[in-house]
């Protein structure tokens, strides 16, 4: 019987460093009361002296039920993936705690009935039964726990693969081999001095102890199981709280090999992640079959156990992303380059003739002419703000200016033939915007001024709302008023045969606010245009 002891202090020291792992400080326990089943029915059963004897009884009586208990307990966090809280633990413990507390006085035979004695051998002489207190917290209840143990166990086997089902059948040949030994000892084939169960349940954790320490008592596999599928086109990568890997789907398994786990993760991915250039996210360049493939890198925590954590490691193909963002980038330098160089100026060659041409004619070619000049610098115009479009998009990230400062730099970029025609009242508080936000206020109080038509000059009036959640700026004209297929291009954020805008100004300035978090409005009313700019508060 002492025999029994120690494996049970052995497993207890092999998986104590693993204890905060879900399930593993269960195991401890069911393994400790293993070995204090063992010892105390050693104990009794050699004692001469009564009073010891049933003293040691005592304690014996409710080591029984606390196996049942903390297999349960082990059970339920095994297959749950979730810690049992204190408040459960103190439930299930509470008639174990009932029954040890009566079996020292035995009210009313509440614990033990009247043929439970020493005999004159020494040896203690227990009916099958006892009283009712007994029979329910050792029978009733043990059994009781230990049949849901059961079920969950089995229920987990069926449903799952690998090392969690290989786990699952550890824990049932234990149980098995108590059963097993249970029955045996019921049917009399072993000495009454001798119970096997004891030395059978620390010699079966040999088993199971071996598990933990190879594949980890779900030390991280069954819980990430539970968040990911093999199936998923991203690599996955299962990462322990050293840096390890210790599990990975098929994608990443395609694209490293088996051979991946075990090795530490900033081997994989340092050699070859790359920073982006518009922030702080990683991307991942791999060679595979002479091919450059992109994987952008995405890390989250996983918690698990008692305070412990590990990290899930996704990877994410953007190969098609990246060549696509390639050939824009390409075709945005291009078409850059074309408005800003090219086309202007050619146009301003055509616009430099026409006015030749203009002054040394009379009539119609001199109207003619004037014609070709003004529609030559319109589109100048729109060229210049063309070749603008890369200076917005090379940004992504908002900085904090004061709106004040933005407008006045807008004010003195914008058209000086107008500026009597403008009045500000704009407050001196920060906001976070694009970096050229200035263009986007420059290109309204333009548009506002180029396009009043009418007998008297226009009026423009540049003014800010401030609220406890935004800081709107606002440009108010007494002109015509936008078009509504203006604002509605905008919103629907593409052009058509059938609908489009009259230029990119309007363009430059929705894609300017957009990247500042904000909201591009505008009402026309019979007095003129309020366009809004609506920014978050910082």
């Not at 490691?313 to 075709?331: C, F, Q």
Request: negative net charge; contains cysteine.
């Amino acid at each position: 019987m002492y025999l029994g002891v120690a494996p049970s202090i052995a497993i207890c020291y092999f998986v104590w460093d693993d204890r905060r792992k879900p399930g593993v400080l269960w195991f401890i326990l069911s393994m400790a009361t293993g070995g204090a089943w063992a010892f105390l029915f050693a104990t009794f059963t050699l004692v001469k002296d009564p009073g010891l004897t049933l003293a040691l009884a005592n304690f014996f009586w409710v080591v029984i039920p606390t196996a049942a208990v903390t297999m349960f307990l082990l059970a339920y966090e095994f297959v749950f993936k979730r810690n049992v809280s204190r408040r459960v633990a103190v439930a299930v413990f509470l008639p174990i705690f009932v029954l040890f507390v009566l079996s020292w006085t035995n009210p009313d035979n509440l614990v033990f009935t009247p043929e439970y004695r020493v005999g004159p051998n020494g040896y203690l002489y227990a009916p099958s039964f006892g009283g009712p207190v007994k029979v329910f917290v050792t029978k009733i209840y043990g059994y009781l726990l230990v049949f849901f143990a059961a079920g969950m166990f089995v229920g987990e086997a069926l449903r799952t693969t690998g090392v969690q089902r290989r786990q699952t059948l550890y824990l049932l040949v234990i149980f098995s081999m108590l059963i097993l030994s249970t029955m045996v000892k019921v049917a009399g084939l072993v000495p009454d001095y001798f119970d096997p169960t004891s030395v059978v349940y620390s010699l079966s954790g040999v088993l199971f102890a071996f598990s933990i320490n190879k594949h980890g008592l779900m030390k991280f596999v069954p819980v990430a199981r539970e968040q990911t599928f093999q199936e998923v086109s991203d690599a996955i990568f299962v990462i322990d709280t050293e840096g390890t890997v210790v599990d990975v789907n098929d994608a990443a398994r395609t694209l490293f090999g088996s051979q991946i786990i075990g090795t530490q993760i900033t081997d994989v991915l340092d050699d070859h992640a790359t920073a982006t250039q518009n922030g702080p996210t990683k991307t991942f360049e791999l060679q595979h079959d002479d091919e450059t493939r992109y994987f952008s890198v995405h890390t989250s925590t996983m918690a698990y156990g008692r305070g412990l954590e590990g990290e899930i490691v996704v990877l994410s193909e953007i190969t098609a992303l990246k060549k696509r963002e390639n050939e824009l980038n390409l075709l945005k330098q291009i078409l850059s380059r074309v408005f800003r160089h090219n086309i202007r100026n050619d146009l301003n060659v055509i616009a430099g003739h026409a006015q030749i041409i203009r002054d040394s004619s009379q009539d119609d070619v001199a109207g003619w002419a004037t014609r070709i000049h003004d529609r030559s610098m319109k589109i100048v115009k729109q060229a210049e703000k063309a070749g603008k479009i890369e200076s917005v998009f090379s940004y992504d990230e908002t900085v904090q200016r004061s709106l004040a400062d933005l407008v006045n730099k807008a004010r003195t970029n914008a058209s000086a033939d107008f500026d009597s025609n403008v009045s500000y009242d704009v407050a001196d508080v920060f906001v976070e915007v694009h970096p050229r936000f200035d263009l986007a206020v420059q290109e309204l109080i333009d548009n506002a001024l180029t396009h009043h038509t009418g007998p008297t000059e226009s009026t423009v009036v540049v003014y800010s709302e401030v609220t406890d959640t935004s800081i709107t700026l606002v440009v108010e004209d007494d002109g015509p008023g936008l078009p509504p297929g203006e604002i509605d291009v905008l919103k629907a954020e593409e052009e058509t045969v059938l609908e489009h805008g009259s230029g990119i100004g309007l363009w430059l300035v929705h894609w300017i606010v957009i990247r500042s978090n904000g909201e591009l409005l505008a009402d026309v009313t019979d007095s003129g245009t309020r366009v809004r700019i609506r920014l978050p508060k910082p």
